[in-house]
């Protein structure tokens, strides 16, 4: 039997790679992939929870999480090719226009 | 046995994890995202999360994943000299503070609670998406409309930023 302390373990390990990558990389896209990563452990977190848990709250959740993914996914991906058409570079350090 | 397959997908998973954070090429993280996602789908399936082991594969891996490789073709970006943020060593400190943080929370949890109403047995009874249809159509109904109706803001959202401006749009531009 896996303890319960096993998935929480992959699923920080996971979130943390997460984060470095929104935090570090340049290319735009790389960093809604590393958001991806980050949702990705929050959903292992919360199946396990739910699986250790004997409750079926966790799995609704995940099942919403996977939902808003969708949506930020299809959103950013849009913001991205905006900038794109202005810009042509999808780097996060160019991006300063609404800054003043 | 699930030892072994924890094992194995826990271990590709984090492996193809750092990899879509380190590779140079954005559609090279994306397939290690693929890699990434396909394998947390097996670890739903350990936590007889089968329904959502599906969806995973089918939205993430089928539908989202699709989405950013379009969006990768469509830019036809070139992979840059310098593949860090320009202050990224400021950055790793302050990240490497946060993942500090983070497992001194996780070693000092208790992970101990209340059990709930669905033990194993009564899922595997039955099936996952029997109990998960059944909970999500009873007790979280609103929140389900909700995210329908979410779904629909963000789809308007997204066909009107990435339209295309036409000539009637740029006029009415002050």
């Known amino acids: 039997m896996i303890p319960l302390s096993a998935y929480v373990a992959v699923s920080a390990i996971l979130f943390a790679t997460g984060l470095i990558g929104v935090l570090v990389r340049r290319n735009f896209i790389i960093v809604l992939m590393s958001v ?11 199946v396990a929870f739910s699986h250790y848990l004997e409750s079926m709250a966790g799995q609704i959740v995940a ?16 913001i991205i090719i905006v900038v794109f ?12 226009l609404l800054k003043w | 046995m699930t030892l072994l397959f924890f094992v194995y997908f826990s271990l590709v998973s984090i492996a193809a994890g750092v990899l879509t954070v380190a590779l140079r090429n954005p559609v090279h993280c994306g397939l290690a995202l693929l890699t990434m996602l396909l394998h947390v789908a097996g670890l739903f399936v350990l936590l007889n999360a089968e329904f959502l082991f599906a969806v995973q594969v089918i939205v993430y891996a089928g539908a989202i994943l699709v989405l950013y490789l379009f969006v990768l073709m469509l830019l036809n970006l070139k992979t840059d000299e310098r593949y860090l943020h320009a202050r990224y060593a400021v950055i790793l400190f302050a990240a490497a503070a946060i993942c500090g943080e983070m497992l001194i929370l996780v070693l000092r949890s208790p992970y101990a609670g209340m059990k709930g109403d669905a033990p194993a047995e009564a899922i595997l009874q039955d099936g996952d998406s029997y109990a998960v249809g059944i909970k999500m159509f009873s007790d979280y109904l609103l929140p389900f409309e909700i995210v329908g109706v979410f779904l629909l803001g963000a789809i308007i959202g997204a066909i009107v930023l990435a339209k295309t401006p036409t000539a009637a749009d740029v006029e009415h531009e002050p």
């Open chain 1, 63 to 78: 099942l919403f999480v996977i939902a808003i993914a969708a949506g930020e996914a299809a959103v950013g991906l849009a």
């Open chain 1, 85 to 96: 058409r202005g810009k042509l570079s999808t780097n996060v350090d160019e991006m300063n």
């Open chain 1, 36 to 46: 991806e990563i980050m949702l990705n452990a929050a959903n292992i977190n919360l």
